[in-house]
């Protein structure tokens, strides 16, 4: 019994420092700004592309279409922030300039 609890207790203690940490928070991507509306708003996004954000965004300021698996939030009034739309990580959202 003695033989298998040096073993077993290394391979436990070899398992604990592989296992994957928690990953660094990093900020969102600054995507510039867009025009809709003679309005403009600075796009941020993140796990996404600049180019996909800002479609996204462009769609969804001008006619409210949110795009299809994303959950959309509009901003508190009086804030800034204009809306937040997200699908699972996905994240993209615009700020009043």
Do not use: E, W
């Amino acid at each position: 019994m003695k033989r298998l609890i040096g073993p077993v207790l290394a391979a436990v203690l070899a398992a604990a420092l592989m296992a994957p940490g928690a990953g660094a928070t990093v900020p969102p991507k600054n995507c510039g700004t867009i025009s809709v509306k003679s309005k403009r708003y600075q796009v941020k996004a993140d796990q996404m592309r600049c180019g996909t954000a800002k479609t996204y965004s462009r769609r969804y300021l001008s006619r409210h279409v949110r795009p299809s698996g994303y959950r959309c939030k509009a901003g508190a009034s009086g804030s800034a922030l204009k809306f937040r739309c997200s699908k699972r990580v996905k994240v993209f959202f615009a700020i009043r300039r």
